[in-house]
């Protein structure tokens, strides 16, 4: 009787011990950042990287390697701020919402609307 004791406890040790599949899974996706998070993040990290200030988010999506994110930003100001130049700028993140790269995908004045391009880019 003792031995089966024993064995039933020692089980329920060793669950006690051990994650459950789903809630291990769980709290893998609770440490992973919220989507607001990486946009600040990202958009705080751009703007050290360039020395210019982000003005909006115009795309954010999620791939299997992290974050794309298509920045607008304020890179000359002129007078009148319609003329002002501003780029837009494809930002790349690992899945914890750290850059790992950018690149300008085009530059326009703030008072010029985009004209239509084929494919919707």
């Known amino acids: 009787m003792s031995n089966t004791s024993n064995t039933s406890k020692s089980q329920s040790s060793r669950k006690s011990q051990e994650p459950d599949e789903p809630e291990a899974a769980q709290e893998r996706a609770d440490d992973r950042p919220s989507p607001m998070q990486v946009l600040r993040h990202a958009r705080t990290q751009l703007a050290e990287l360039t020395g210019m200030a982000p003005e909006t988010v115009s795309s954010f999506e999620q791939t299997e390697d992290g974050w794309t994110l298509e920045v607008e930003v304020l890179e000359i100001a002129r007078v009148p701020d319609t003329m002002s130049l501003l780029a837009s700028y494809r ?11 950018y690149r300008r995908v085009r530059r ?10 084929p494919g919707g880019r």
């Not at 326009?108 to 391009?117: F, L, Q, S, V």
């Open 91 to 101: 930002v790349e993140l690992d899945p914890e919402g750290e850059l790992t790269g």
């Open 108 to 117: 326009y004045e703030r008072g010029r609307a985009d004209p239509h391009r």
